[in-house]
């Protein structure tokens, strides 16, 4: 019995030409200034249709809907943390961090990105905020993440960790968080890069003793 090979008629997903998405990641730039300056509740997207030359309809072509043009916008923030890691994802152990320190020299840098940060994460414990979710899932995963490298570095010398590890991991976000606050509020008196690293050296040398950082 002769048999007839059958070729795969399946159709590969089309890939988005190189001009949408340059278009696409202008616009998502422009809501993260737009957010960041009125919030996603005032903020509009015939605001942002202005500063990229559409209209409100092609937006939406693009994107959908307002919802998912805010976690595009919170994706990229996201990106530009990890940016200039080789696997775009933060380290364990104590790289951790000294990763952590240098995101805040990097986010002293970059006040826009801040500003649209520090703003939706407030707005996002209102009811039905369509970045709740992102948020709790952020946090909860960070959260768990410092903790982590706090039992990996326990671990390596050989004490056991100790229970203030998860209030040490949710004080240092809390203390990164909050500085942001305080630097875009009084940029002049506050120096991000310098007390965000104070804060977490004394923060992780709580929990790990004099000079866990220094390795």
């Known amino acids: 019995m002769s048999t007839v090979k059958r070729q795969n008629t399946a159709k590969r997903p089309a890939q988005p030409r190189p001009a949408t998405v340059a278009r696409r990641a202008e616009v998502v730039r422009s809501a993260l200034d737009v957010f960041g300056a009125k919030g996603y509740a005032n903020g509009t997207l015939i605001d942002i249709a202005e500063l990229v030359d559409m209209t409100p309809a092609g937006i939406l072509h693009h994107f959908g809907s307002k919802d998912q043009l805010l976690l595009e916008v919170l994706s990229y923030r996201d990106a530009t943390d990890v940016q200039d890691l080789d696997d775009q994802h933060i380290p364990g152990g104590i790289d951790l961090f000294k990763h952590l320190i240098r995101t805040a020299a990097a986010n002293a840098q970059r006040a826009g990105i801040v500003q649209a940060f520090v703003v939706l994460s407030a707005e996002s414990v209102t009811e039905d905020h369509p970045a709740r ?57 506050v120096d991000l890069a310098e007390t965000s690293e104070y804060a977490i050296r004394v923060i992780v040398e709580s929990v790990l003793g004099s000079g866990a950082l220094d390795d």
């Open 133 to 189: 979710h992102y948020f709790d899932d952020r946090y909860r995963t960070l959260r768990r993440e410092i903790a982590e490298a706090f039992e990996v570095v326990c671990a390596e010398r050989g004490v056991d960790a100790p229970e203030t590890i998860h209030r040490a991991a949710a004080s240092i976000l809390a203390v990164m968080d909050g500085l942001q606050v305080q630097w875009l509020i009084d940029p002049a008196d």
